[in-house]
């Protein structure tokens, strides 16, 4: 059949049927995809066990095997083996993405009526229900490189089906030498992605989500989270021997890199510290920095165990509640790192440095103008021209005669 006469997908009527599901898996891959029967989705499988092997952090892992996870339910709706997948599978999955609902839309209950709106107290969009195109871009990515990696090994399609765009000589031909680029270039059914700017938050609402607090242990982390610029989960992960009550520094593990970094934090967040320290036990050193309580399934007694993600989460979900917001965690990392930016005595070096950017054009986009602060100044210049206009007119007084001027004309007696 001729590829003109092919017919095309009806990207509306796919149904993504409700197949297999990510779960953890033995050492060394803590996640892998398993089917309807139990058993670990063998590609997938092997795939992973490499990309563990490659010094990728089990988040990571976790991201991949959701994406391919997505990929293989799509394949089954559209009746096709992963391994004779060409580019047309790309381009429905990519369209697929950009005209239907997230999973979750249809789970939500109190959210579903502020679900893509803008909140009037952070001006942020709440996660709406579609699919972002750094999602779609993901899920290229991730499918790229399974794909290379089953060629390499002598198995899947002869041709890989995410193909990069080739509309010029070289990829990056134009690209500017000194900023970061992909060497292997753009991805072709990538959409664009819209430039967001941090904006930090204001001193006021910073205040207010403070006072929202009801424990010191919260109270401790925003405090160290706006000083010290750290992601959650970096802050999630310090122990007692990462404190260094001294020299008032923590030290974290960075995201991407995996490196320790010794992070400065202000006086205030040590003083928070130590009053949350005194509620607990002794710690030993190696012991994670932040508990909880939980309340156990079976005997329904109180236990602490260690402060996770969803925790915090939920601590800020309680707080965001109470103040009609809709703050996260990561806005607190924006407003240190734009208040560190605005200071003369630091240098971007020092914020890059703080912040963990393995490439300065990262930290780079802290020194555009907050959008906040455009606004707070362009509303003094109208309250500005309107308390003009409201001031009565003044007379208009010409200029004053010079004493010698008025003698000489009308002598030494001058003008009576």
Known sequence: MDLLDRPERDITAIKMPEWGRVGPAVVPV????????????????????????????????????????????FLRAVDVPWDRATSTETKDLVLWLQHTDKPVAKRRKASAATAGTVNPVTRKEYQSDQYKPRTVRHSNAVLRTFYEYWIEEGRGPLRNPVPRDRRGSRPNAHHNPLEPFRPEGRLRYNPKVPKRKPRAMPDDAWLDLFKAMDSHRDRAILTLAV?????????????????????????????????????????????????????????????????????????????????????????????????????????????????????????????????????????QIYLEDDQDEVIKRVQQHHAELERRAAEPPQPVVGPAYDPGDMSVLFGAGGLQ
Not at 315 to 344: F, I, P, Q, Y
Not at 346 to 361: E, F, I, N
Request: aromatic share 10%.
């Open 30 to 73: 803590p996640f892998t995809v398993y089917d309807d029967s139990g058993e670990p989705v063998e590609p997938i499988h092997r795939f992973l066990r490499d990309f563990v092997a490659r010094g990728n952090r089990p988040g990571s892992v976790r991201s991949y095997a959701y994406t391919l996870l997505r990929w293989w339910r």
């Open 227 to 363: 000083s010290t610029a750290a992601r959650a989960n970096e802050l999630l992960g310090v122990r007692v021997c990462d404190v260094d009550w001294g020299d008032q520094l923590i030290r974290v593990v960075r995201k991407g890199s995996g490196a320790e970094q010794w992070l400065p934090a202000s006086p205030e967040a040590f003083v928070w510290l130590r009053l949350y320290l005194a509620e607990l036990r002794r710690l030993r050193p190696e012991q994670p920095l932040w508990w909880t309580l939980r309340r156990q399934r079976v005997d329904g007694r109180m236990q602490r165990v260690p402060l996770e993600y969803d925790a915090l989460r939920a601590v800020l979900l309680r707080a965001n509640k109470l103040l009609g917001a809709n703050w996260s965690m990561h806005d607190l990392r924006h407003t240190c790192a734009l208040r560190m930016a605005r200071d003369e005595k630091l240098s971007l070096r020092d914020v890059q440095t703080l912040l963990g950017h393995a490439h300065l054009t990262t930290t």
